[in-house]
């Protein structure tokens, strides 16, 4: 009843106004943000711009931003040569069983829906950049769009390896003007449109003003990667240069807050607190920023993703259980992990291969839980603080195993919630090492395979592994030292759909998602909703697909 009468009253309120104005016809609500009264000065395009940034955070914060528990990456990550799906949930079950590989899997939509928001999002700062009413200086306009057009060509960089072949809009998308008869544009099409956007970023970006924004540099990066995938090898060499000519270098030394600590000068990056330019992370060109109990601040699954969950189970032959904590890096899921292929890449004095950047082993933390016996490595009994090893070599990757090496790079724990789902560490989400080896990509493909061993003993000597000669290199060396140096870090699968590689090394290294690979499973299928969606005119699907 008491809401029945607040309804009346508003009701009559509401109607004496409408008797005596026509003004309340016009909306203009001052406490709700909308494209019309955002976008009128330089104050609200940078606020349109943090909105890009949250876009951009969502790939490592599940497939709704700060809800569901489903990493929205996977599809990028997973089902490759060197990673598959431990924990057989979520995308996993389409990555370690391709005939789920189906036009209405639901994270296939999501991640469509995801990369076209992002496009919208871009398009509506560059659209509404070009009122002539905006109070702005040319080079202010300028930087803003640099920043819209680089993501719009970023979002589209996900969209064509997923897909190949994609519908490519370059204005704003409203209410007013929904589209129901979609094209889907050649690949070559959309890469020139990149290639356009990026080559504007690269002249017009504005001197990052954190640590989280990108530079030109980023832009230059993406386009030595775009020039690989359209054959312009020479113009990729020229632009992975200009990188290197930045102010980045390799980390080669220890640094930062566990510099004083056990570890290496490679696995000190991805430490929270040593990932950023200002706390001395020379080799990162793009840092993922996520802030705890902060509006926006935004948080990641990573950890969840890649920590192994032996806290849950007992350790094998030992009897023990692992208590979570921070120096055990936090609660895991175990959602993907490195298949038997990526963990056998490493030599034996290769940094990238030992403790501090894998997890193959569980340090007893729990004294009401010490297991029976003689540790064999000490002689004695076991006890609190000994060191338990899984026991992994000479096995096959399989699902559903908590005690498998997992990678340490995303190690973390939130003090107050050390058992919490989410993580709130800045991460690397781009470094110099990778630009490296696109370098190293190019000038093999140009004839300087003298050169491109140059570049990759670089990345080697870092990490006290053999260095290689010419002879060595080739592009599935340089695969292998990608896994080596980028495992979780690079979109895997585009990598390999770039080289034309992912199918069968896939099918020769996953063991558990290999054997149900098809050619068609090269690229995604287009979503059935978007299909759907497309009222007015029919859409093609890909090579292998049906739609109902």
Not at 33 to 62: K, P, S, T, W
Not at 237 to 253: C, F, H, N, Q, W
Not at 394 to 414: F, H, I, L, M
Not at 499 to 519: A, C, F, H, S
Request: proline share 5%; charged share 25%; with cysteine.
């Amino acid at each position: 009843m008491k809401y029945l009468k607040y309804s009346l009253m508003i009701s009559l309120f509401a109607s004496l106004f409408l008797a005596c104005s026509e003004d309340v016809l016009i909306e203009n609500p001052p406490h709700i943000i909308a494209a019309e009264n955002l976008y009128v000065d330089l104050d609200g395009f940078e606020n349109g711009l943090n909105g890009l940034y949250a876009q951009f955070r969502r790939e490592r914060g599940g497939e709704e931003y700060g809800g569901a528990n489903d990493l929205l990456i996977d599809p990028a990550v997973s089902g490759v040569d060197n990673c598959y799906g431990n924990n057989n949930n979520g995308w996993n079950t389409v990555g370690n069983d391709f005939t789920r590989n189906v036009a209405d899997e639901n994270h296939n939509r999501n991640f469509y829906e995801w990369i076209y928001q992002t496009i919208n999002s871009a398009n509506t700062i560059i659209d509404r950049a070009e009122n002539p009413e905006i109070e702005w200086s040319e080079e202010e306009k300028n930087g803003v769009l640099a920043e819209a057009r680089f993501f719009r060509a970023w979002a589209y960089r996900h969209a064509t390896y997923m897909w190949g072949d994609v519908p490519m809009n370059l204005s704003e998308t409203k209410g007013s003007n929904i589209i129901t008869d979609w094209v889907r544009s050649p690949i070559a099409d959309v890469r020139a449109q990149m290639e356009e956007d990026w080559l504007f970023a690269e002249e017009h970006m504005r001197a990052p003003s954190n640590d989280g924004k990108v530079s030109k540099y980023v832009a230059s990066h993406y386009l030595a990667e775009l020039y690989l995938a359209m054959g312009e090898n020479e113009k990729a060499r020229d632009k992975a240069l200009e990188v290197m000519a930045g102010p980045y270098s390799l980390i080669t030394s220890r640094y930062g807050i566990t510099a004083n600590e056990p570890g290496t000068p490679f696995t000190d990056m991805f430490i929270h607190g040593n990932s950023n330019p200002s706390e001395g992370n020379t080799e990162a060109l793009w840092v993922m920023q996520h802030e705890p109990d902060v509006n926006g601040g935004g948080d990641n699954l990573m950890r969840r993703w890649h920590r192994n969950q032996s806290h849950s189970v007992r350790v094998d032959g030992t009897s023990g259980a692992i208590l979570i904590t921070a120096e055990n890096g936090g609660r895991g899921l175990g959602r993907i992990g490195p298949t038997r292929y990526a963990l056998e890449l490493y030599g034996s004095t290769d940094d990238r291969g030992g403790k501090f950047a894998w997890r193959s082993y569980e340090i007893l933390n729990n004294p009401d839980i010490i297991p029976v016996g003689t540790n064999p490595e000490t002689g004695l009994a076991w006890a609190l603080g000994d060191t338990t090893y899984h026991d992994w070599q000479g096995q096959d990757e399989k699902t559903d195993n908590p005690y498998w090496p997992s990678t340490r790079k995303w190690d973390y724990a939130y003090e107050l919630d050390l058992a919490g789902s989410r993580s709130y560490n800045d991460q690397i989400y781009l470094r110099l090492a990778e630009t490296k080896l696109i370098l190293a990509e190019a000038q093999f493909l140009t004839g300087d395979a003298p050169g491109a061993a140059v570049t990759i003993n670089e990345l080697r000597n870092r990490a006290n592994a053999t260095p290689i000669g010419a002879g060595d290199v080739s592009l599935d060396f340089i695969l292998d030292e990608r896994s080596r140096e980028l495992y979780s870090e690079e979109h895997r699968r585009y990598t390999l759909v770039r080289m034309g590689k992912w199918m069968d090394r896939t099918i020769q290294y996953n063991l558990v998602g290999g054997p149900t690979i098809t050619e068609k499973d090269k690229l995604f299928p287009i979503p059935q909703a978007v299909i759907d969606a497309n009222l007015t005119l029919p859409m093609s699907q890909n090579p292998g697909y049906t739609t109902e």
